[in-house]
């Protein structure tokens, strides 16, 4: 039995994919959309993501794509855009199972796959995720996350531990801390670096790496968890305005001088850490202004990559209220804007590092040159004929666009 999987939006779903590929990986040949060109796909599984109505779009585009590929194909959705919508999916033509659960998609995959030719997938072991909580409790007005997701919810330690080890006792090198809200992590009053440090205490991980957290709930005890090498030095802590208005206004829980705080900490605890954002350009109330104070907060931190979102108005958020919008015009010369600014200071983040001595982990290896990610995230290539998965020890001079 043959399964094309597409994940649409953040790490969690990607997470929730990942997962569902191994729960799978027994009964089917299970490969993401795009990767593997079937010609004869049974069964095609969407996980839908709504965190923007341009996310919901795009996850119905990808229904009607994949089903004009696979026309034969079984089309399964799941995810939060069907969590929230569900009506809206079971109304598509194109679809034949809403499911909430992983446990119904089994099911029926279990049917289906009686009698089916069985066969695997061998996954690439490189860099695995593993989710260590759900939901998020802080409405930041313009998401619709706690609404798809519910309330924060977190995976006790010890199944994360687990988790972890059975990854690693499979192969993989790095493994992915992620989440809705990592931050929030909560088990019997043990938070997130204190899971950390249990993970890097008690498994055999050789790369541990967290994906988005927010910039609240840093505990004294997080910043020495960098002295741990395996604990890689890269955070990705969501900024989304540099200006206190807007973050007042998008209903977010710190000020930019609380933000600008946490990095010179971070900076003195891990000196040559990347850190990475995101940032929604273009907020309703954002006056020109407002931007260039987001401009100069940008500058001042020097990110070494920043992701950028034009706001869009997600139905059912408390910001899709507010009157004062910005015209699309004046986003798209914004993002085009901060964006010239990332270059350079992506650039900058490089050229700190050119020439240090630096572990990768190779994710593709090919013509007798290898490519991969160092520990600070930095992505090079690097001559020689090196195995995928592999850690080896470089000098850093080849940059790539990450
Ligand atoms: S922290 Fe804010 S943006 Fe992030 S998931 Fe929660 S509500 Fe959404």
Redesign the pocket.
């Known amino acids: 039995m043959k399964i094309v999987i597409k994940t649409m939006g953040c790490k969690a779903n990607r997470y929730e994919s990942d997962r569902l590929k191994e729960d799978l990986s027994d009964k089917a040949m299970v490969v993401d959309a795009g990767v593997c060109d079937f010609k004869d796909a049974d069964m095609i599984i969407v996980n839908t993501c709504t ?1 923007t109505h341009v996310a919901d779009r795009k996850s119905r585009q990808a229904i009607t794509g994949l089903k004009k590929l696979y026309p034969k194909a079984v089309v399964v959705v799941f995810g939060c855009g069907s969590n929230v919508n569900p009506k809206t999916y079971k109304n598509l033509q194109n679809v034949d199972h809403v499911f909430t659960e992983r446990k119904e998609i089994e099911k029926l995959v279990d049917n289906m796959a009686d009698g089916c030719e069985h066969s695997t997938a061998a996954p690439n072991r490189t860099r695995a995720l593993v989710k260590i909580q759900d939901g ?5 007005s ?5 609404y798809a ?1 519910g309330r924060e919810k977190s995976k006790p330690a010890y199944e994360v531990l687990e988790e972890v080890q059975k990854l690693v006792n499979k192969g993989y090198k790095e493994i992915v801390i992620t989440g ?2 990592i931050g929030a992590y909560n088990d019997n009053s043990k938070n997130i670096a204190d899971l950390i440090e249990q993970i890097l205490d008690r498994t055999d991980v050789k790369r541990l790496r967290l994906s ?1 957290i ?1 910039p609240q709930n840093f505990t004294n005890k997080f910043f020495k968890l960098f002295e741990n090498p395996r604990f890689c030095p890269h955070l990705h802590i ?1 900024l ?1 305005s540099g200006c206190d208005k807007i973050l007042k206004s ?4 710190y000020l930019s001088e609380d933000y600008a705080t946490l990095v010179n900490r971070l900076r003195e605890a891990s000196p040559k850490i990347s850190i990475t954002t995101d940032v929604i350009v273009g907020f309703s109330g954002e006056t020109e202004g407002l931007f260039t104070e987001t401009i100069n907060f940008v500058k001042k931190i020097g990110f070494s990559k920043i992701h950028i979102f034009p706001y869009s108005i997600r139905k059912g958020t408390a910001a899709a209220d507010f009157v004062d919008q910005v015209p699309d015009d004046v986003k798209k010369k914004r993002c085009a804007f901060l964006s010239e600014i990332e270059k350079q200071m992506r650039h900058d983040f490089y050229e700190k590092n050119k020439g240090d001595d630096a572990e990768i982990l190779v994710e593709n290896s090919k013509n007798g040159f290898a490519v991969g990610f160092t520990k600070n995230y930095i992505k090079t290539r690097v001559q020689g004929n090196f195995k995928v998965n592999e850690i080896i020890h470089i000098t850093l001079d080849n940059e790539l666009k990450s």
């Open positions: 965190v998020c409790n802080n409405f930041c313009y998401c619709i996350v706690p997701r809705i809200n988005s927010e969501s989304q998008m209903n977010r829980r």
